[in-house]
């Protein structure tokens, strides 16, 4: 979606460029999607830019098959365009891959696909941002970047990890527990990924060891048939967070039992003023709490080193292992190819705090940084789509009049 033209030129030392009418997109995963509609629905044409060959690539190739949102779908659905209603509470992996190819399609978004960004930079001459990818130089007034927290997976530096002799992967190329059916598997990683990973094993007949290294906080799904999601939204209208925190963990402690006997310590923050803290979500618990208690997961405590036949522990075990699964997580690459500008931390994340990071100098714009999942994006594309469409009004024009000044013609596709 959106308005562009390639100019016709093209030598070997610079790539073709390209004006596009309205805001550069970079990603297309629910973010670049969610913002993308809500300026068209606003009057305003944009591009999305995508490295790989589809849209949600992180969902459609990153994910293991038995995924589900962890939170209802009253909570997941992008502006202006909800789930069907005949979805289930918690929809699947496949769900919501179909779900948002829906939506593309119910907007019209075309994102341009297998174009890597090398380098973004304002150009403070000519009051542009310069977007390079591999085949192109793109030129527009705003820039929107839509690449996320989680644009490339945490490989953690373990001594001795190069000599094993078994399997090593990221939870972004784990699909399924069949793949280690009577392995004993060391999954290095106690979040919601390494929970799932290690109850999906243990369900196939695989014997997995997890490794928790540091305090986690660990709820039920759900309260007394209610998500505790929504439960804690509801109170956080009318209570601090600390009180509804200790709500939780009074609700926790009743329904799970005491994690800490399991090897699992709580954090001595609570669950939510610690995710707006740190951004460390506490794990929604489907399955593998009772699983860890009679003993069907294994939890170790921090590994020392990796060995050719398995890993030591700091607590002075050791343990032989037919593969290794790291379920550390996802950064932002941001600034691997976002220049010039210290609107970003070096972590990738927005300096400004929520719920202002939103929005930087020059035209640049964040959405999927909050640290509140798809809730925190839908409502920064909305921002950021009525903040761009009420600079459109006054821009409108200027497409046409870059044109004439190149002697470039609207037939050819430049200006909409």
Known sequence: MGSYKEKEEKTDQQPKWLWVNGPI???????GLAVSACLKENGVPSLILERSDCIASLWQQK?????????????????????????????????????LEDYAKHFGII??????VIVAEFDHVSGFWKVETQDFLYLSKWLIVATGENAEPVIPEIQGIDKFKGTVLHTSLYKSGTEFNNQRVLVIGCGNSGMEVSLDLCR???????VVRNSVHILPREMLGISTFSIAMALL????????????????????????KLGLRRPKTGPLELKNATGKTPVLDVGALSQIRNGKIQIMHGVKEITKIGAKFIDGKEGEFDSIILATGYKSNVPSWLKGTDFFTEQ??????????????NGLYTVGFTRRGLLGTANDAKKIARDISDQWRKYKGFCKNFCTSRNLSDSQGICF
């Open 237 to 260: 209208k009318w209570l601090p967070i600390r009180v509804v925190d200790k709500f939780l963990l009074l609700v926790a402690n009743l329904t799970l039992g005491s994690t800490d």
């Open 25 to 31: 997109i970079v990603g297309a995963g629910p973010s």
């Open 111 to 116: 994102p341009k696909f297998k174009q890597s």
């Open 63 to 99: 994910t293991y098959d038995r995924l589900k949102l962890h939170l209802p779908k009253q909570f997941c659905q992008l502006p202006l365009f909800g789930f069907p209603e005949n979805f289930p509470k918690y929809p699947s992996k496949k769900q919501f891959i179909s779900y």
């Open 348 to 361: 990738g994340m927005p300096k400004t705090p929520f719920p202002n990071g939103w929005k930087g100098e």
């Open 204 to 210: 196939n007949n695989a014997i997995p060891h997890m």
